[in-house]
């Protein structure tokens, strides 16, 4: 039962312009979503959260975007940039956890080309 | 840098073995989680340990188990290794406080190829 999805495997965007990444979710009963970008033969790299109370968050060139409604969430790169080039996953904390149970999507293969 | 480290980085075991994988939390964390994470699919969640608790469990036989040391370094331990077992292991360390929201630091795994 993949309470986290990511239905698109991978993306490709041209350099400069924006890259938009989407995940699903099915249960109601996490508060609190995180993006994490992952390089090969790395551990993931925290890259952005937004707590199940706002629909929006931003970081420099990073903002991601929560629809409570659709149980949906974005991630939004603009500008992208070659170096952003990786495997990206969304995760969810069930409202339960004490910050340490995640739950992750597949991942998403973003490709930034010059 | 996320001062998370675990050791070794790649290990080849055989059918049935037992095998021990390590990790050091960053400084100040209370709190190991363990992920798996086979070819191609997102990290799945095995068990996380506080104050040397196991405290959550995913959906994982208990075969696999782990402990968590004063320094709240970790072991995880799987037995009677299969071959499916095959992945890269993750750890993570937090903070066990809901109110801060902080996110979970991980290392950068440790390879297991089970022949």
């Known amino acids: 039962d993949q309470q986290v999805k990511q239905n698109s495997p991978s993306l490709s965007v041209q350099e400069g312009r924006i890259s938009i990444l989407n995940c699903d979710y099915t249960n109601s009963m996490f508060d609190y979503f995180l993006w994490y970008k992952k390089y090969p033969a790395e551990g993931p790299t925290f890259l952005i959260s937004i707590s199940s109370i706002k629909d929006k968050n931003e970081d420099g060139r990073f903002t991601v975007f929560l629809n409570k409604s659709a149980k949906h969430l974005s991630l939004h790169i603009v500008p992208s940039q070659p170096g952003d080039s990786a495997v990206y996953f969304c995760a969810a904390r069930p409202t339960s956890s004490n910050t340490g149970k995640l739950i992750f999507g597949q991942g998403t293969t973003l490709q930034v080309k010059p | 840098e996320t001062g998370v480290t675990q050791s070794p980085t790649h290990l080849i075991k055989t059918r049935g073995q037992q095998v021990t994988l390590r990790c050091s939390s960053q400084s100040g964390h209370n709190t190991v989680s363990w992920y798996q994470q086979a070819l191609g699919q997102g990290p799945q969640f095995i068990f996380q340990y506080y104050r040397e608790e196991e405290n959550g469990r995913g959906n994982f036989p208990p075969r696999f188990s782990g402990l968590q040391f004063p320094n709240y370094s970790s072991e995880l331990n799987v037995n009677a290794l299969e071959l499916d077992d095959s992945a890269l292991y993750l750890c993570?360390?937090?903070?066990?406080?809901?109110?801060?929201?902080?996110?979970?630091?991980f290392g950068q795994g440790t390879r297991l190829t089970v022949v």
């Open positions: 993570a360390s937090s903070l066990a406080d809901t109110s801060l929201n902080t996110e979970a630091f």
